[in-house]
């Protein structure tokens, strides 16, 4: 065999297996097919998410959306609140958190001296409002689970707040009534995760008595400000 085939042989079996790490994600793709998951690690940063996430087509919640909600916040927040889906304001606006839930979320950490431009990242399970306000289906959550994936490595929260039932069976696994496991501390991965009541039931249960859902959020708001000067004290 001449030296020159030789060489382009030699050259053949080297190139022949392709480098999974450098193969280019088909990004277009990853917004039509729900079974093509979101790769870890596909996102440069919030922007980036936010940009592609914005034109997501995965499921058929994008067929009655208004608008993406892909989050509000600091980016780079020591605690990520996490919530079911938008609601109608949401869907309208774009923004997470901006109903009458919003507004009473948005009191909950300024009782704390906690505000959402500057301590907290604020998303959703589903990032499309579910039709008359519905829980997200299955597949649904399925399909946008990796943006959820993607916003906590880019957060990288200390915190997790889950704030209802789908939020910490999404996250957590975690199928037990909010009621039962509110306001406890879970760790995985060296993150703490708290469920707390969704701001929605708060609004459905006025009462401030001892032992109720607002005074009980009182109490857990108050618990993650503490282990949040925790984590500040041990950086000083
Ligand atoms: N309820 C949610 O769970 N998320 C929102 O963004 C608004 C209301």
């Known amino acids: 065999m001449a030296s020159e085939d030789q060489i382009q042989l030699f050259e053949l079996a080297g190139a022949a297996q392709p480098d999974p790490s450098t193969e280019t994600v088909d990004r277009a793709r990853l917004l039509l097919d729900a079974k093509l998951p979101i790769p870890p690690g596909l996102y440069a940063d919030m922007q980036d998410l936010r940009q592609h996430c914005s034109n997501c087509f995965r499921c058929e919640l994008s067929q009655t959306r208004k608008q993406v909600v892909p989050g509000e916040g600091n980016p780079l927040a020591d605690i990520l609140i996490v919530g079911e889906g938008p609601g109608q ?4 606006t774009g923004l997470p958190f901006v109903g009458r839930s919003g507004e009473l979320l948005d009191k ?3 009782s704390v001296n906690l505000t959402r431009e500057k301590d907290v990242f604020i998303c959703n399970v589903v990032k499309c409002r579910p039709p008359e306000n519905r829980d997200p289906k299955p597949n649904e959550i399925a399909a946008c689970n990796g943006y959820l994936r993607e916003q906590i490595r880019l957060v990288d929260p200390k915190i ?3 704030t209802g039932k789908v939020a910490m069976a999404t996250l957590l ?5 909010i009621t039962k496991v509110r306001g406890q501390w879970i760790e995985q991965e060296g993150r703490w995760y708290m469920p707390i ?3 929605a039931y708060l609004l459905r249960n006025q009462s401030r008595e001892k032992g109720s859902p607002k005074w009980l959020m009182w109490q857990d708001i108050q618990t993650v400000k503490a282990k949040l000067e925790e984590f ?3 950086q000083a």
Do not use: N, V, Y
């Not at 304001?89 to 309208?92: G, L, R, S």
């Not at 696994?173 to 009534?177: D, N, T």
């Open 173 to 177: 696994g975690i199928k037990q009534g």
């Open 108 to 110: 909950i950490l300024a």
């Open 197 to 199: 009541f969704h701001p």
């Open 232 to 234: 500040s004290g041990r």
């Open 160 to 162: 997790i707040l889950l």
């Open 89 to 92: 304001t949401e869907d309208e």
